[in-house]
């Protein structure tokens, strides 16, 4: 999004109000949603176990696997704020806006990834959806192909992580569209 000089117009590509200019005005956007509960303010040890959480174990992930994962759970649980994080933090770290589209359908677009990846990002909905109630063996498999033990046990506390913060920012409703890579102000995670 991109403000005008007369900061009354935002460029948002593939929205408009019907004319195709791609525009849509400030004065026509809806209002944000207001958030439920501030989670770090009033269970400020639930919040730093979190973060001491992240820090865990992203320490034993490749940081671009470990954003493809943040972004992919957080797009399965409809995590808008988190959604919005990871892709600017992706993007920060020289992600291209190319995988980051395409995550959402990568079992289409496996090419724009490494086995690796894929392997991380298969585990990722495997643990986020527990429809069958566990992770299946030919998916566990895979991950333990591309990833050591060491690797692997980081990389299921880091999917871990981001579902249990999914569920603190969808639940406390966060507001998407504020967090600015390298802050800490509206940071929920590391």
Request: contains cysteine; charged residues 25%.
């Amino acid at each position: 999004m991109t403000n005008t000089d007369s900061g009354t117009e935002s460029t948002v590509r593939g929205t408009g109000s019907g004319t195709g200019s791609g525009t849509v005005r400030d004065d026509e956007r809806l209002p944000e949603h207001q958030p439920r509960l501030d989670i770090a303010r009033h269970a400020p040890e639930a919040y730093k176990a979190m973060i001491r959480l992240a820090t865990a174990a992203k320490k034993g992930v490749d940081p671009v696997v470990f954003e493809l994962v943040q972004l992919r759970a957080s797009q399965i649980n409809h995590c808008a704020f988190c959604i919005d994080m990871h892709s600017k933090d992706a993007l920060a770290a020289g992600e291209s806006v190319e995988r980051i589209v395409q995550l959402s359908a990568w079992e289409e677009s496996k090419h724009f990834y490494t086995a690796k990846e894929i392997a991380a990002i298969e585990l990722t909905e495997a643990v986020t959806v527990l429809t069958d109630g566990f992770v299946p063996d030919d998916v566990y498999e895979r991950a333990a192909k591309h990833f050591d033990d060491t690797e692997l046990a980081h990389l299921i506390a880091a999917i871990t992580l981001i579902n249990g913060w999914n569920r603190f920012a969808v639940t406390s409703r966060m507001v998407p569209g504020h967090y600015t890579p390298g802050s800490t102000a509206h940071r929920p995670a590391e």
